[in-house]
């Protein structure tokens, strides 16, 4: 997860207890319990230069590396929280996971090659038993370092049918992939893209909401993950 304020929320509900930071990162470890699960809510922590949090490619790579070189987990998540377009029936507060592939919208290499490098096209897990079962919506993830969009941008996502906007996923995805870990996202609306209202201040208004319904489905997605026949990832319950 990028900010604290979107992780506030699922590390209070699954009670997550901070372990060791990882120098000279800045990313910071919450670790809890679900069943016999070991789950941990990993952030980006807060950049040390400029005192914001660390959001975007660059830190959610180092971060994703870091626990996967610690934790080796079973599976990734990429939670947070995103823009969805009104035009794709998206409304505030709705919780998506991600479908397809993870691309990115602000890496225009006109190359031979390197043009498909840019948008990366990393694999999401199959979503759609868990979107199915949890009454979640399943959409394209779409990833750049901007908040905003510009015309190129806009032509980009349009091309790949983005639905969920957001400055992480594809980098986790781009590291997953590496890492040969299954991986998905799981991403809150907090603003509409196509809205005429500015997406800072739709997102500055809805954050505190949209990470509180992201808590939520996150716990209910954890518990699909680890518990039903149809995850995508195995049935913990079967495995010792
Ligand atoms: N995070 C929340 N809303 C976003 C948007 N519209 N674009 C990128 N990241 C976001």
């Given at each position: 997860m990028a900010m604290e304020a979107e992780a506030r929320p699922i590390i209070a509900a699954l009670g997550a207890v901070e372990t060791d930071c990882a120098p000279p990162l800045p990313a910071k470890f919450f670790v809890a319990r679900v069943l016999d699960c070991e789950v941990v809510v990993a952030i980006n922590g807060?950049?040390?230069?400029?005192?914001?949090?660390?959001?975007?490619?660059e830190a959610a790579a180092l971060t994703t590396l870091e626990v996967v070189r610690r934790f080796s987990p079973d599976v990734l998540i990429s939670a947070g929280t995103a823009g969805g377009w009104q035009s794709k029936d998206a409304r505030i507060g709705d919780v998506y996971v991600s479908r397809g592939e993870f691309v990115h919208?602000?890496?225009?290499?006109?190359?031979p090659g390197f043009d498909a490098y840019g948008v990366g096209s990393y694999p999401s897990v199959d979503t759609a038993a868990l979107a199915e079962v949890l009454g979640l919506k399943q959409g394209i993830v779409t990833t750049s370092n901007s908040l905003d969009e510009n015309d190129d941008d806009r032509r980009m996502i349009a091309i790949n049918g983005g639905d969920v906007k957001e400055m992480e996923a594809a980098a986790v995805a781009y590291v997953a992939e590496l890492a040969g870990v299954p991986m998905l996202a799981v991403k809150a609306i907090t603003?509409?893209?196509?809205?005429?209202?500015a997406t800072a201040e739709q997102f500055a208004a809805n954050l505190a909401m949209a990470s509180s319904r992201l808590a939520g489905e996150l716990v209910r997605v954890i518990q699909f993950l680890m518990?039903?026949?149809?995850?995508p990832v195995g049935n913990r319950r079967s495995t010792s």
């Open positions: 807060r950049d040390p230069r400029h005192d914001v949090d660390s959001i975007g490619t919208h602000d890496r225009r290499i006109a190359i603003d509409l893209v196509d809205h005429h209202t518990g039903s026949d149809e995850s």
